[in-house]
T-cell receptor
Framework: SQKIEQNSEALNIQEGKTATLTCNYTNYSPAYLQWYRQDPGRGPVFLLLIRENEKEKRKERLKVTFDTTLKQSLFHITASQPADSATYLCALIKAAGNKLTFGGGTRVLVKP | DGGITQSPKYLFRKEGQNVTLSCEQN?????MYWYRQDPGQGLRLIYYSQIVNDFQKGDIAEGYSVSREKKESFPLTVTSAQKNPTAFYLC?????????????FGPGTRLTVL
């Protein structure tokens, strides 16, 4: 069956360091992969989208990689700040117009 | 001020009662979605609609019903047939054309069954 896995353990990191989150998937051939941020008690907010033919995407301090051979995406927050503390969700989609499938999310806690 | 609104923010229900959660968007988006989120877990799709007067079941539709009579509105009814309805419910919308299915989420409704 199709499966999307994110590390369920919280990631504790010191301010200024780079946080790296993983999203692994099996039995899936996504055309697109998205990353969302969710703060406690609120709805997720879209951060980045990467296509299957793209290796890397950047937005300010965020970087996403997509390796369709390894079936894995990495999400990096460089120069992390306490305000980056949140849960980060990856989501896969087969093609435009199809529904998203979300991973369970990884909580990040940036300590000052 | 464009966006998605959900109401109420908190909802309490007695066992055996149906309740309806509201979701409205003024983004002129074609598609709308309902998700359920349980503590420490990701989002699971309940129902989605890509056009007015049409909707499809998601992964966990049992015990829920929806309607899409207007483009702006996609209410979700949690029926008494839903055995474990206590959860955080999120509504989302997307354009369907252009950037593939970037979804915009509402603030959520937390439903508690007493």
């Amino acid at each position: 069956s199709q499966k999307i896995e994110q590390n369920s353990e919280a990631l504790n990191i010191q301010e200024g360091k780079t946080a790296t989150l993983t999203c692994n998937y099996t039995n899936y051939s996504p055309a697109y992969l998205q990353w969302y941020r969710q703060d406690p008690g609120r709805g997720p907010v879209f951060l980045l989208l990467i296509r299957e033919n793209e290796k890397e995407k950047r937005k300010e301090r965020l970087k996403v990689t997509f390796d369709t051979t390894l079936k894995q995406s990495l999400f990096h927050i460089t120069a992390s700040q306490p305000a980056d503390s949140a849960t980060y969700l990856c989501a896969l989609i087969k093609a435009a117009g199809n529904k998203l499938t979300f991973g369970g999310g990884t909580r990040v806690l940036v300590k000052p | 001020d464009g966006g998605i609104t959900q109401s109420p923010k908190y909802l309490f229900r007695k066992e055996g009662q149906n309740v309806t959660l509201s979701c409205e968007q003024n983004l002129n988006h074609d598609a709308m979605y309902w998700y359920r989120q349980d503590p420490g877990q990701g989002l699971r799709l309940i129902y989605y609609s890509q056009i007015v007067n049409d909707f499809q079941k998601g992964d966990i539709a049992e015990g829920y019903s929806v309607s899409r009579e207007k483009k702006e509105s996609f209410p979700l009814t949690v029926t008494s047939a839903q055995k474990n309805p206590t959860a955080f419910y999120l509504c989302a919308s997307s354009i369907l054309q252009g950037s593939p299915d970037t979804q915009y989420f509402g603030p959520g409704t937390r439903l508690t069954v007493l």
